[in-house]
């Protein structure tokens, strides 16, 4: 009898027992890739996305789950809260989960992406400040002497400097916008269902 209630025990757990239980599934998950297939990212649900939609606003939050083609992040809401120290300390009022279609995200800012227009940006206008501080200093030094603000020397000197600003100018340009949409990535859903 007892070897009886030991195996059908066995049985019905066994079918209770899953291998694969359902919460343990896969994820879906989001994958940036460049027009030729190549994976640049890939987003799964718990990780940090920066993105902008459609309309032009930038969202950037932990991604809290993806399923039937929508990505739900989490944002929160923080106040500082004082202490009997003086001080203040950060509290987390609430949090709540909005889902966005992904075909409603332009663009995800990878954070090779933000790394590189963040410092190419600078360095143009670094440039641009240069190049068009030297160019009025010189001319308004070679002025002050009484000499053609653009002959000899000063020519040359010219010329470096209005290469240098039009180089910060370019890096400018071109780094500047998260919102274009790039012509040599697209987004896509890999469903795992």
């Known amino acids: ?55 032009g606003i930038q969202y950037e939050g932990p991604i809290d789950h993806i399923k039937n083609d929508s990505i739900f992040v989490q944002f929160f809401q923080v106040l500082k809260r004082p202490t009997i120290w003086g001080t203040y300390i950060p509290d987390t009022i609430k949090n709540y989960t909005i889902p966005y279609y992904y075909k409603d995200i332009k663009n995800i800012v990878t954070s090779r992406t933000l790394k590189r227009r963040g410092y190419l940006n600078t360095l143009g206008a670094i440039l641009k400040i240069g190049g068009g501080g030297y160019a009025i200093l010189s001319i308004v030094n070679s002025l002050g002497r009484k000499e053609a603000p653009f002959a000899g020397q000063n020519g040359t000197n010219l010329a470096i400097a209005a290469g240098v600003f039009g180089a910060g100018y370019y890096m400018g340009q071109k780094f500047k916008s998260f919102n274009k949409i790039s012509k040599r990535s697209k987004i896509v859903y890999v469903n795992m269902q």
């Open 1 to 55: 009898m007892l070897k009886l209630l030991t195996t059908l025990c066995c049985l019905l757990f066994s079918l209770y027992g899953s291998a694969q239980p359902d919460h343990n599934r896969m994820s879906d998950y989001i994958s940036v890739k460049k027009k030729n297939g190549r994976t640049i990212d890939n987003y799964y649900p718990g990780m940090q996305i920066n993105f902008i939609t459609a309309d």
